[in-house]
């Protein structure tokens, strides 16, 4: 409500915790989830372009692309699809104990939730991408191609004969796709902090389940977005 | 209200509201089966040789599932309202740029259209294709 | 206090409560607000702002375009001042205006809400849009861009010199605040009507802002990840669009038409429903064929995202491609054309009344039309090549956006004018304005259809090779001053109606919906008791409406109501 010396009584009643644009609580509720899934549709057409600029580009540079992609690591890569995908179970289970009502169980779920949350982006910045930065394959004018050291010989002889324009594309979507997802994990780990906190704090809530599942909704979307990632860009066959 | 209540939804006693919640165990069998999809995608790739249009479509084809089962079950999709259906299957619009903007260019051509190919078109282009150095005709840049 | 006489469909109340405008008199009570109609207001004094600021540059287009050599600025100055004019007339105009401020005012009201599904999301969205505007008008004060407001590149991403970062960045906010309003309408569409209220009896307006929501939440993020891919490309040094990488600048392209022509869609669907409430009420008819202009929305909404590569006909697009985009673009013109026809077979027979609203209204009509039809010749390819970047287009778009859009907004303003301050405007002013506007307008615009057949180059500053262009754009240039003498008028007219205008009641036009069936102003819940929905949208009786005299009526015809001077 607008804040001001006066505040007038609306004359109808509703119950109480449900806002007052809405008539009861199943209509905040079902609106709330409504948004949320409106607003995952803006996501995904925010993520398609990138999908669609790596199709373009794989399309055009088939060979380069697969020559430049075994730079990447497989393993790193599973393990933080691995870790994705638990989280994404556990998420569900921090929905699953909100609904219950079981504060405990919720928490930890959720506080589970984020630290694979972490773990994520920890594996990302402190393994893979500095490795990267250490062998100047960032784009930009620090881009050395083709790499000199730090890889074996066999791949090594497969990247000579890359052209360095098509490695800076891959790996400009590289970072670019990675990059903006790894911003997404980001905002859903302190989105479910946030939500822990509350908890913590004991924020009244009239359906708390609602917070979580609108959270849970966006941390299993940003998994889907990775589900399509680890393939294309890691296990990219020839 | 002028919607539907969702039918489908199992009341749980002792709630406000109706809402399905499903059991943990429907969701440690799609993690499980999750995993398993992921070790058959990683295996795919390493182990399988096929052409690449197949090894393609098989990594995606094991990608969509994933998807589908997270979208299905994790995000709940199978038991609400069919608004929200429609919202996780009408969110793929972007198919539609993806599908068309390619066709573009799998189509584009490196070539003159015909009609600037010296005698291949109507007469009206002959003899009007510049030749390199020399200056175009003065007539085509206006009335004086 | 007021013992108005209005039509029949005022409704008694005991004592006048406080409205929307007087409950709660801070500042915080307007910057924190939750109340949609005071966001919606707070919207209407950004976007008069920044309509200003547009104006302004367009203003020094038309001075400059006077002579044939361009003494006034240089061209770099020049390609500063049209991507300015652009860019504010697009992202921080165009695309806001009916929605963020007519729309957010209306559609919960109209379908019997008390307020929107997510009021803070609401002011957020107006923030989140005030900050893309200061970082805007920063970028304007720190140089300005020079791309065009289209940002092409590789010009943008590798070699301009100007602030294209910052301006990107603002036009990437005012989208994000463009989404959460779509958010915020197609959730309050779906889940908040009132009882009784099915689909089919919606006002039009609302179904037109319900099709404009879905365009804005699936085009916008397009939009806003091409611009974050260029500001990665300058700033981050990712290259997508690079033909050193061997990346392909048509795909930015691509990209950026894909939200663009969609664009123009939420430009003119919200206009459109706009419209249809005027014709409706200012003829006394229900709409004819209330169906066919619901889904004719829809569908412009559908088909308008098959089009965008008629921007790219002359790119380096692939041919075949060209094709496909020209004949869907001449299918998008179908159901604008069933919309004006549902239009014209409204207004006939019907009881009407030619006040500002309709005056607005009919000029949109015939305005709208000429620059649809025009649309025609840029859709199909072998016209379009030789059209395309010369005033044709210029004098395209400007109908529609502006004979179209804008006056539409106009008419929208002036006809919920008393029920969102409570005032009456002087009638007469505003139909003066009204003619002033349109017949401004023309003399601008139509004009440049000649000149960019004839071949003027649009983007050009100088035109001294053929100083024969020189008449037309002249008379542009007049036109373009009457038309600023048209839109400051309202201005003044309608801010002195905010102390001195007649009060007007529940309902002055006699219209049909459920917005005038509560105060004018309204109170801050909009309605004291929920309504209930029984009739039909639009159910007004044309025979009974001919001896019916609304306070507008008693106001044009000069008679006095019985009330107090202020």
């Known amino acids: 409500m607008a804040a001001g010396a006066t505040q007038v009584e609306h004359g109808h009643e509703h119950p109480e915790g449900v806002f007052h644009q809405f008539e009861n609580i199943d209509q905040q509720n079902e609106s709330y989830i409504v948004g949320m899934w409106t607003f995952l549709v803006t996501e995904v057409m925010f993520f398609g372009p990138l999908f669609l600029a790596y199709i373009l580009y794989r399309w055009q540079f088939q060979e380069y692309f697969w020559r430049t992609h075994k730079l990447l690591n497989i393993w790193l890569g599973g393990a933080n699809t691995l870790i994705l995908l638990f989280s994404s179970f556990t998420m569900a289970m921090g929905v699953h104990f909100a609904m219950k009502k079981d504060s405990r169980r919720q928490i930890a779920f959720l506080g589970i939730t984020a630290l694979c949350g972490v773990a994520f982006l920890v594996i990302k910045l402190a393994f893979e991408w500095p490795s990267k930065f250490a062998h100047h394959l960032y784009p930009g004018p620090n881009f050395a191609w083709p790499p000199h050291d730090g890889y074996d010989q066999a791949t090594l002889a497969l990247l000579r004969d890359v052209p360095s324009g098509a490695a800076e594309m891959f790996f400009s979507l590289y970072f670019g796709i990675t990059g903006l997802h790894g911003i997404h994990v980001l905002v859903g780990v302190l989105c479910i902090g946030t939500i822990i906190v509350m908890k913590f704090l004991k924020f009244p809530q009239v359906e708390p389940y609602i917070p979580t599942e609108m959270v849970g909704l966006y941390w299993h979307f940003v998994d889907l977005v990775w589900i399509f990632l680890y393939p294309l860009f890691y296990l990219m066959p020839r | 209200m002028t919607h539907d209540s969702p039918e489908d939804h199992a009341a749980i006693p002792g709630q406000e509201s109706t809402h399905h919640v499903t059991p943990i165990s429907t969701y440690f069998s799609v993690f499980v089966l999750l995993f398993i999809l992921m070790i058959a995608t990683i295996a795919a790739a390493e182990y399988l040789h096929l052409p690449t249009i197949l090894m393609n479509v098989i990594a995606m084809a094991i990608a969509v599932a994933k998807a589908t089962f997270v979208v299905a079950v994790f995000m709940g999709v199978r038991w609400t309202t069919q608004l929200a259906k429609v919202y996780a ?24 259209a015909p009609a600037w190919i010296e005698g291949k078109a109507s007469p009206v282009t002959d003899g009007i294709m510049p030749e390199v150095g020399k200056e175009l005709p003065r007539q085509y840049f206006g009335a004086h | 206090m007021s013992a108005t006489v209005v039509g029949k469909a005022e409704v008694e109340r005991p004592e006048p409560g406080p409205n929307y405008l007087t409950n709660g008199q801070t500042i915080a009570s307007w910057l924190l607000t939750k109340d949609h109609k005071r966001i919606a207001m707070l919207y209407l004094i950004s976007i008069s702002v920044f309509f200003a600021i547009g104006g302004f540059a367009a203003s020094l287009i038309r001075a400059e375009l006077i002579s044939p050599r361009g003494v006034m600025l240089e061209s770099e100055t020049y390609n500063r001042v049209f991507s300015l004019h652009g860019i504010v007339m697009v992202f921080f105009f165009l695309v806001p205006s009916i929605p963020a401020t007519l729309g957010n005012f209306l559609v919960p009201m109209m379908v019997g809400a008390r307020d929107l599904a997510f009021p ?10 005030v900050a893309g505007g200061i970082l805007m008008i920063l970028a304007m004060c720190m140089g300005g861009v020079d791309t065009g407001w289209t940002f092409y590149t590789p010009y943008s991403s590798l070699y301009s010199n100007s602030q294209v970062t910052l301006a990107v960045f603002a036009a990437f906010l005012a989208g994000f605040s463009s989404i959460f309003t779509g958010v915020n309408f197609i959730v309050t569409i779906h889940r908040m009507r009132a009882p009784g209220m099915t689909w089919f009896r919606l006002p039009l307006f609302v179904w037109a802002h319900y099709a404009t929501s879905v365009i804005i939440i699936l085009g916008t993020p397009v939009v806003a990840i091409t611009l974050l891919m260029l500001f990665g490309e300058r700033v981050l040094k990712l290259g997508f669009f690079s033909p050193e990488l061997g990346g392909d600048p048509v795909l930015f392209q691509h990209l950026f038409w894909f939200y663009s022509h969609p664009a123009v869609y939420i430009m003119i669907l919200p206009g459109m429903g706009v419209i249809s409430e005027l014709i409706t009420c200012f003829s006394r008819r229900r709409i004819f064929g209330y169906e066919f202009v619901a889904f004719s929305t829809l569908a412009i909404a559908g088909l308008g995202f098959l089009v965008w590569g008629h921007h790219l006909f002359v790119s380096g697009q692939s041919m075949y491609q060209g094709m496909v985009f020209s004949i869907i673009t001449f299918l998008v013109g179908v159901p604008s054309a069933i919309k004006v026809f549902n239009w014209a077979t409204t207004i006939y027979k019907g009881s009407v009344r030619l006040q500002t609203p309709m005056l607005y209204a009919l000029g949109f009509i015939g305005l709208f039309l000429i620059g649809g039809l025009t649309g025609l010749y840029l859709a199909s390819m072998a016209t379009d090549i030789m059209l395309t970047d010369t005033y044709f287009v210029v004098a395209h778009f400007h109908f529609v956006m502006v004979g179209g859009a804008v006056m539409a907004m106009m008419g929208g303003l002036h006809f919920w004018w008393p029920k969102i301050t409570g005032r009456m405007y002087p009638d007469n002013w505003g139909k003066l304005s009204a ?23 649009r983007r050009y500053h100088y035109y001294f090779l053929w100083p024969e262009f020189q008449p037309y754009h002249l008379l542009s240039t007049a036109g373009a001053t009457v038309l600023a003498v048209g839109y400051l008028l309202p201005v003044c007219y309608l801010m002195w109606s905010l102390k001195y205008g007649k009060k007007a009641g529940d309902n002055p036009w006699g219209a049909k919906g459920l917005e005038w069936q509560t105060s004018s102003p309204p109170p801050t819940e909009n309605f004291p008791v929920v309504p209930v929905v029984t009739e039909e949208a639009y159910n007004y009786d044309p025979e009974l409406a001919e001896k019916e005299e609304t306070l507008a009526d008693k106001l044009e015809h000069g008679l006095e109501a019985k009330e107090d001077e202020k």
Do not use: H
């Not at chain 3, 803070?120 to 849009?129: C, E, F, P």
């Open chain 2, 89 to 112: 299957i009408g969110g793929f619009v972007w198919a539609t740029l993806l599908t068309i903007a390619f066709c573009d260019y799998i189509t584009r051509k490196d070539e003159l």
């Open chain 3, 120 to 129: 803070r999301l609401n002011l957020l969205s107006w923030y989140i849009y």
């Open chain 3, 435 to 457: 003619a002033i506007i349109f017949i401004g307008f023309n003399l601008t615009f139509l004009p440049q259809f000649v000149v960019g057949y004839l071949g003027m180059p």
